[in-house]
């Protein structure tokens, strides 16, 4: 089977040939038609996305189709439009094989008028912003700061919130502004000092605020932004919650597959959301399987404006 792979961190990446990994008894093959590409791809390729082993196949989100099933699985049957997350065995490859029912790499079959490009774009940046909202307790009336909101998971946080009846505050590049006031921003922050910036406009501090691009320092630096009581996440690892604990802040260091969100149900929750209309999905541009080491490089530059895709296989029927 065609893949792109690594052998070693901090590869650019291999477009070759790879064998076709086994099904287990509780595991589904999946004909890969689509996939996801996000930050965590290009962390992946780095190594700083924990240990793996090597050839590593790349990416994790996609759509496809069944292929087969192993003795064991009752959920799938071959030609089953699928979307999630193939965690273990990649998504940059033509077939995967992912685990039936596991919190780490959840898998829903898609609804019929779900197309596979939103279907392979929701599942990861998806997950996350629904599972931030979850730790933020995010409500009807909730003050919410989102710090980075113009990403891709910001941008799905800002419409998940407005359907809650939060009010929502983005701190986003002038040139974002109408983007993220678009997707459900009451106010929107352009002022490179996050701290000034807000404080030259709010007089009290927010409930919850959701940081997607700070790291430890600027983090402390935001934490007069939090109400005594509310709640901070990060979704990169750089809060010290015992230093914020200290400050009457709940600070959590978001690890979305570790949730109770990371789930069956929340990927149907998620695909219903989109087909209804309460969130859009801004796909940037499709490319093709041997262009996934350059597309992840204009990910991790900043330079993608919506969610990139990869096509690997046909379109399904």
């Known amino acids: 089977m065609r893949a792109v792979y690594i052998d070693h961190f901090n590869e650019h990446g291999t477009v070759g040939e790879l064998p076709e990994p086994l099904v287990g008894r509780t595991s589904i093959l999946v004909r890969v038609g689509l996939a996801g590409i996000n930050p965590i791809d290009w962390k992946t390729r780095a190594g700083k996305a924990g240990s793996r082993s090597f050839p590593l196949v790349l ?5 496809g189709i069944v292929e087969r099933v192993g003795d064991g699985v009752t959920r799938f049957v071959p030609g089953d439009r699928v979307f999630g997350i193939a965690r273990e065995n990649g998504s940059f490859v033509q077939t995967t094989v992912v685990p039936d029912d596991r919190r780490d790499s959840p898998i829903a079959r898609i609804p019929d008028d779900l197309d596979d490009e939103r279907a392979a774009a929701l599942p990861t940046a998806g997950l996350t912003a629904l599972a931030a909202l979850n730790e933020l307790r995010v409500e009807f009336g909730t003050t919410l700061l989102v710090i980075g909101a113009a990403g891709y998971v910001g941008s799905l946080a800002l419409q998940l919130a407005k359907k809650r009846g939060a009010l929502v505050t983005a701190c986003v590049k002038s040139r974002q502004a109408n983007a993220a006031r678009r997707e459900g921003a009451r106010d929107v922050i352009a002022d490179s000092d996050t701290l000034k910036g807000v ?21 402390k630096r935001h934490a007069p932004l939090v109400a005594p009581g509310g709640r901070l996440v990060t979704t990169l690892g750089a809060a010290d919650v015992a230093w914020f604990a200290e400050r009457g ?9 570790k949730t109770d969100t990371s789930s069956v149900q929340s990927l149907r929750r998620l695909a219903r959301m989109v ?3 309460t969130i859009r999905l801004d796909i940037a541009e499709t490319r093709s399987l041997p262009e996934a080491p350059d597309a992840l490089d204009t990910v991790e530059s900043g330079r993608a404006l919506g969610k990139m895709l990869l096509r690997i296989g046909a379109r399904a029927a």
Do not use: K
Request: charged letters at 25%; aromatic letters at 8%; a negative charge.
């Open 59 to 63: 990416g994790q989100d996609f759509a």
């Open 199 to 219: 404080r030259a406009i709010y007089e009290r501090p927010f409930d919850a605020v959701l940081d997607l691009v700070s790291n430890g320092e600027n983090l």
């Open 275 to 277: 087909v209804d209309g």
């Open 249 to 257: 802040i709940v600070a959590t260091n978001l690890s979305t597959d």
